[in-house]
């Protein structure tokens, strides 16, 4: 699928704060005598699309044929967006164009300095009139806002009802706290803290998130509701919930994700891709762009170099497993796996041998603290499940929420069961919907619990 979207060049518009972001790389080696501040020294510095620059910059960067709409000032900043971006910008005067300047030493952030104007547009009139003369000519719009003026209330109902007459899929990176002004459009891409402030609630979890997600696509009229949970990956719930976990394991700095997830979604759905399939593209865009510094575009070659070299593709959800372990004889295994330890890969190498695939089930960190305690897991599910991937035999991996993995075998249907041979003349959970139980004897002297209490002694 990699292969057929970099193929192709979809035309996608994108409208919203333009902005530059200014980096200034420092070297840090002392305090200063006359306060207790850091002394920089300016090595180098260099100003980049922000904004819904970067998000055209990331299009760009995928092979879209990208246009770009919006407000500017009549400074040099403005001149820089006008000079790199391929667009119809109107230029309004005695106003900033957005700069914001990151000082950074030894690749960690450490102060930034916004210099911008708050205030909305005078130009709606001129901005709706322009979009709505171009407009046919694209396969998707995103609207990228950061709350710096361009996207008011005005503009962006008359850009969602013109796109929506004329079927274009309208995608919106929202910002504040009240996202009436966003209803009607395909999707709106808020994070974990702007989906919060929106529903007026405190935390966001498995019990709630399915409640909240579909209200935020019930209240503002969506085709598709979406949350970005940072390192738990994309919830969607379109007609049900579904989470795409995350891909990154490596994260340096957080800085235009949202950016590359809303222009990989606009890209996918530009091409009438699958939305589910269209997330997990949107994930590995992220994790690309959370390994750099800054704010950088991602492209289908570094998200293939992403997968060569790692063990994510297979980790899957249930539903992508149906299709990669159907008419193929599965069998199936779960445990917590919180230490990998020799006893564990003994045992999956013996399952692996009764059959042609191994799907390992794996809980969840809620789901083994519920089981063993809040002290446990010792390591994140997701270095779990890598750890599980990194094994040769192993197949897939997926993980699961609840205390059994009942629901998980019916439904997937494995033909053998596979358990260690404690559970002997034991009640098997899941043992009546497969073809056959296997018990596997563990290699003596290995166990999670010994290997914990000893670290401590």
């Known amino acids: 699928m990699l292969d057929y979207l970099s193929s192709k060049s979809p035309r996608i518009l994108v409208a919203g704060d333009f902005m530059i972001d200014h980096y200034v790389w420092c070297d840090c080696t002392k305090i200063s005598p006359e306060a207790p501040v850091l002394v920089m020294k300016n090595i180098k510095e260099d100003k980049r699309l922000g904004g819904a620059g970067n998000v055209y910059a990331n299009l760009q960067s995928l092979g879209a044929k990208v246009f770009a709409l919006g407000v500017i000032g009549d400074d040099e900043n403005g001149k820089i967006l006008k000079e790199k971006l391929n667009g119809k910008f109107f230029v309004e005067k005695n106003r900033k164009t957005p700069l914001k300047t990151r000082i950074l030493s030894h690749s960690q952030q450490v102060l930034r300095i916004d210099d911008e104007d708050d205030f909305g547009t005078a130009l709606e009139v001129q901005v709706i009139q322009e979009f709505k003369s171009i407009v046919q000519d694209f396969d998707a719009v995103v609207l990228s806002d950061y709350a710096?003026?361009?996207?008011?209330?005005?503009?962006?109902?008359?850009?969602?009802?013109?796109?929506?007459?004329?079927n274009i899929p309208i995608l919106i990176d929202p910002k504040g706290n009240d996202f009436?002004?966003?209803?009607?459009?395909?999707?709106?891409?808020?994070?974990?803290?702007?989906a919060l402030e929106v529903l007026k609630i405190d935390t966001l979890n498995k019990n709630n998130l399915e409640s909240?997600?579909?209200?935020?696509?019930?209240?503002?009229?969506?085709?598709?509701?979406?949350?970005?949970?940072?390192?738990?990956?994309?919830?969607?719930?379109?007609d049900r919930l579904r989470i795409i976990p995350a891909k990154a394991l490596e994260v340096y700095d957080v800085t235009g994700a949202g950016d590359s997830v809303i222009a990989m979604l606009a890209f996918a759905l530009a091409l009438k891709i699958d939305i589910f399939q269209a997330c997990e593209f949107a994930n590995k865009a992220a994790a690309v762009v959370v390994s750099k510094i800054g704010s950088v575009s991602v492209s289908f070659d570094e998200i293939k170099n992403l997968e060569k070299a790692s063990f994510f593709e297979k980790i899957k959800t249930k539903e992508e497993l149906c299709s990669l372990i159907k008419d193929k004889k599965v069998v199936f295994s779960n445990g917590c796996f919180?230490?990998?330890?020799?006893?564990?890969?003994?045992?999956?190498?013996?399952?692996k041998k009764m059959g042609q695939i191994l799907v390992v089930?794996?809980?969840?960190?809620?789901?083994?603290?519920?089981?063993?305690?809040?002290?446990?897991?010792?390591?994140?599910?997701?270095?779990?499940?890598?750890?599980?991937?990194?094994?040769?035999?192993?197949?897939?991996v997926v993980i699961f929420d609840e205390d059994t993995p009942y629901e998980l075998i019916q439904y997937l249907k494995p033909d053998i069961l596979v358990k260690g041979a404690d559970y002997k003349n034991k009640e098997i959970?899941?043992?009546?919907?497969?073809?056959k139980v296997e018990l596997i004897e563990f290699e003596k002297g290995f166990s999670t619990s010994d290997i914990i209490k000893k670290i401590k002694k």
């Open 338 to 351: 919180d230490i990998l330890h020799f006893g564990h890969i003994k045992y999956l190498e013996k399952a």
């Open 212 to 238: 909240a997600i579909k209200k935020i696509k019930d209240d503002f009229n969506l085709m598709y509701s979406i949350i970005t949970l940072s390192e738990e990956g994309i919830a969607l719930f379109d």
């Open 180 to 194: 009436s002004k966003y209803k009607n459009a395909t999707l709106l891409t808020p994070n974990k803290k702007e």
């Open 429 to 435: 959970i899941g043992s009546n919907l497969v073809n």
């Open 361 to 396: 089930g794996l809980n969840s960190d809620q789901s083994v603290k519920r089981l063993k305690g809040q002290e446990r897991p010792i390591n994140h599910e997701l270095e779990r499940a890598c750890m599980l991937a990194s094994l040769y035999f192993v197949d897939y």
């Open 148 to 166: 710096k003026g361009n996207l008011s209330q005005n503009i962006c109902q008359e850009l969602i009802k013109c796109a929506n007459n004329l």
